[in-house]
C-alpha cells in the first residue's frame, strides 16, 4: 500500500508539473497586453517586457519561474494592486475563499449526506420524495439566485446578516454565502447518497448480514453507508475545488474579495496581468491534484478490496 501511495504522489507531481508548463505556454501567447498600454508609451512597455523577461526564449522563462515558484515568489503583478506582489494579494483572497468555501463543504456535505440517508431510509415514501425534490431543485436553481433570496429575506427585510460582506464581521458575513454555495453541494451529495444507498441495501451481502441478524445502524455503518460512500468522494473532490477557490458571481454579489473575483480582475482589467492569471492557475491544479489524489487513498481506506488490488500492484 505505501508503494502505491508513493507512486501515486509521484505520478501528481509529473502531472502537475506538465500542467504548470501547459498554463506557461498558453499564458504566454495569449492575445492581450500585460501592461496598461493607454498609460505606457513603447519605449516603456518594451522596457517593462525587457525588465520582466518577457522576451526571453519561453523554456528559460518557465525554468526561472520554477526556481522562484518553489521559494514560494510568483513574482509581482504588472497592472494590478501597483505591482504588489502576488503572494501578498493571494493571502488575503485565498483567505476569504477557502474559509467562506470551507463552511459552504461542511454544511452541504453534513445534511447532505443526512437527506440521503433519510431518502434511502424511507424508499416510496413522503420524505424519499421530498428529498428527491429538493436535489433537483438544488442542481437546476444557481447559487447567486439563491443568495439574492437570502438576502432579501434575512438582509434586507429582517436586517439580521449583513446585505454585503464584512471582513470585521465574518462569521455572519459568511454565513449566507456559504448556504448559498452549499445549495447544489448538498442536493448533489444527497442524491448520490440516496441512489448509493439503495443499490447498497439491494446487494446480496447486505441481506446475508441482515439473515445473520445484524440490523438498525450497526448495519448502515458497517455495511451500507461505508460502501456507499466510495463515489460520493468520488464525486465530492470536484466539488471541494470549486467551492475553496471561489464562486465568481457569489463573491460579486456579495462583495467578497475572493479569488473568482481577483482572476476576472487579472484577465478583464486594463491590461492582462499574466503573473496572477498563472498563479491562480497553478493553485487550481494544485487543489484539482491533490484533492484527486487523496481520493485515491481513500478508496484504498474504504474499500478492502483497492487495498487488495494495490498491495497485487506494488
Do not use: W
Request: with cysteine; charged share 15%; aromatic share 10%.
Amino acid at each position: 500500500m505505501l508503494k502505491y501511495i508513493v507512486k501515486r504522489i509521484g505520478m501528481a507531481l509529473a502531472t502537475l508539473l506538465v500542467i504548470i508548463f501547459v498554463l506557461f505556454v498558453l499564458v504566454r501567447i495569449m492575445p492581450g497586453n500585460p501592461f496598461p498600454s493607454e498609460r505606457m508609451s513603447a519605449t516603456q512597455i518594451a522596457n517593462k517586457r525587457a525588465e520582466m523577461g518577457l522576451d526571453d526564449p519561453i523554456l528559460l522563462q518557465f525554468v526561472r519561474y520554477m526556481k522562484n515558484v518553489l521559494r514560494g515568489d510568483f513574482g509581482k503583478g504588472s497592472s494590478l494592486y501597483n505591482g504588489a506582489p502576488i503572494k501578498t494579494v493571494l493571502s488575503s483572497c485565498v483567505s476569504n475563499s477557502f474559509r467562506i468555501g470551507g463552511l459552504a463543504i461542511l454544511i452541504g456535505t453534513v445534511l447532505g449526506l443526512l437527506l440521503g440517508v433519510c431518502a434511502a431510509l424511507h424508499r416510496g415514501k413522503f420524505l424519499d420524495g421530498f428529498c428527491t425534490v429538493f436535489s433537483i431543485v438544488g442542481v437546476c436553481v444557481p447559487s447567486y439566485v439563491f443568495l439574492i433570496f437570502l438576502q432579501y429575506n434575512f438582509s434586507y427585510k429582517v436586517s439580521f446578516f449583513p446585505y454585503f460582506f464584512d471582513s470585521s464581521r465574518f462569521l455572519f458575513s459568511a454565513i449566507l454565502p456559504a448556504l448559498s454555495l452549499s445549495l447544489f453541494t448538498m442536493s448533489t451529495i444527497a442524491r448520490f447518497t440516496r441512489n448509493e444507498m439503495v443499490e447498497v441495501i439491494d446487494s446480496d451481502y447486505v441481506r446475508l448480514a441482515e439473515s445473520k441478524g445484524m440490523e438498525g445502524g450497526l448495519l448502515i455503518r458497517r455495511h451500507v453507508l461505508r460502501n456507499a460512500l466510495v463515489p460520493i468522494v468520488t464525486v465530492l473532490a470536484p466539488l471541494i475545488v470549486d467551492l475553496l477557490t471561489g464562486a465568481l458571481v457569489v463573491e460579486k454579489i456579495y462583495g467578497i474579495n475572493g479569488i473568482g473575483k481577483l482572476m476576472v480582475d487579472a484577465i478583464a482589467g486594463e491590461g492582462v496581468d499574466y503573473n496572477y492569471v498563472l498563479a491562480l492557475g497553478i493553485l487550481y491544479s494544485s487543489l484539482y491534484i491533490g484533492m484527486m489524489l487523496a481520493v485515491d487513498i481513500l478508496y484504498g481506506i474504504l474499500d478492502p478490496r483497492i487495498r487488495v488490488s494495490a498491495k497485487g500492484e506494488a
